[in-house]
């Protein structure tokens, strides 16, 4: 069992900058792939990025590319997500997730562990 709990969300401007945080407890996380995902109201969720368990391998939704990094930190069993560039269609609830794999996933249904979100809110 993994659990999972972000933090750093809040409301910015566009162009402004924030970073998410995702505590992860229960297992080693240094094996598990982590993700970002995000849900806007009447929207599926979608995914944003995914670092591999050794932070050796990431990878990044089109649409986030050159604008959100995603790092991990396992001495601290945390992985981050800075965004930089906000626009008001970034505008979601964000939730990170967990498996145990080798590769970094893409799709939510493959992963199996999820937090239980935080708002990020960018005003034009």
């Known amino acids: 069992q993994v659990q999972l709990v972000e933090s750093g969300g809040g409301l910015v401007q566009a162009g402004g900058s924030l970073r998410l945080s995702c505590a992860a407890s229960?297992?080693?996380?240094?094996?598990?792939?982590m993700g970002w995902f995000r849900q806007a109201p009447g929207k599926e969720r979608e995914f944003v990025a995914a670092?591999?368990?050794?932070?050796?391998?990431?990878y990044y939704a089109d649409s986030v590319k050159g604008r959100f990094t995603i790092v991990r930190d396992n001495a601290k069993n945390t992985v981050y997500l800075q965004m930089y560039s906000l626009k008001p269609e970034d505008t979601a609830v964000y939730y990170c997730?967990?498996?145990?794999?080798?590769?970094?996933?893409?799709?939510?249904?493959?992963?199996?562990?999820w937090g239980q979100g935080t708002q990020v809110t960018v005003s034009s």
């Open positions: 229960g297992r080693t996380v240094s094996t598990i792939v």
């Open positions: 997730a967990a498996v145990s794999a080798l590769t970094v996933r893409v799709v939510p249904d493959w992963y199996d562990y």
């Open positions: 670092i591999s368990g050794s932070g050796s391998n990431t």
